[in-house]
């Protein structure tokens, strides 16, 4: 039962360089979500897809790029790393429509850029 | 202000008692609530859902929710040390209803 798996894990990048975090759900959610966390901040939205095929900016867009492959993955991507964007990363599912579901989480990647 | 408030702590409450944490909204039209824990180095774990005016009861947890007063608590009785975290409250926002506005968390500790 895995529910929502990000990769990778923890990565450590150099400043300029670039990443794509990877998240994929299996429980036929049609909303997906990317999310960082930095201590005392809370969760704040990057990036999320109401539905298969499209994608709306959250709260703290800038430097990220995202791709809803298909409905299962959603992906984050780091054009060119800046230590600004050390943090934790998290993706989230939820059926959408309504949206009287809930969130769900994956575990999360630990990003630090050097 | 900010769309979901809660107070910061740390909230320190003795083992075996009652811990409340509360959380405040500024969108009267908001419909679906939830309480998340989390813990430190860990992802948000759903532990309530609330719909409606009232209180909902699950084991030890009890979520309360007054629309009238944009206010939701979670109220967890008998304390445990395993319910040191962070808990987070969450609301659905106005603009767009697929997202879900969180606040800042409350820490409790429960001390033994």
């Known amino acids: 039962n895995a529910g929502v798996t990000q990769t990778p894990k923890f990565q450590v990048l150099k400043t300029g360089q670039s990443m794509t975090l990877q998240c994929a759900q299996d429980?036929?959610?049609?909303?997906m979500y990317w999310y960082r966390q930095d201590p005392g901040m809370g969760l704040r939205l990057i990036y999320y897809s109401a539905s298969e095929g499209t994608t709306d900016k959250g709260e703290v867009p800038n430097g990220y790029n995202v791709s809803r492959l298909n409905k299962r993955e959603f992906s984050l991507r780091l054009e060119s790393a800046a230590p600004s964007q050390t943090s934790v990363y998290f993706c989230a599912s939820s059926a959408g429509g309504n949206s009287n579901q809930p969130q769900h989480f994956g575990d999360g990647t630990r990003l630090s850029i050097l | 202000q900010k769309e979901v408030e809660q107070n910061s702590g740390p909230l320190s409450v003795p083992e075996g008692a009652i811990a409340s944490l509360n959380c405040t909204y500024s969108?009267?039209?908001?419909?679906?609530f939830f309480w998340y824990r989390q813990y430190s180095g860990k992802s948000p774990e759903l532990i309530m859902s609330?719909?409606?005016?009232g209180d909902k009861e699950d084991g030890r947890f009890t979520a309360q929710l007054n629309k009238a007063s944009q206010y939701v608590s979670l109220l967890i009785r008998d304390s445990q040390p395993s319910d040191s975290a962070t808990y987070l409250c969450a609301v659905t926002g106005y603009s767009s209803a697929s997202k879900i506005i969180f606040g800042s968390g409350t820490r409790l500790s429960i001390r033994p």
């Open positions: 969108d009267r039209v908001s419909q679906s």
């Open positions: 609330i719909y409606s005016n």
């Open positions: 429980m036929n959610h049609n909303s």
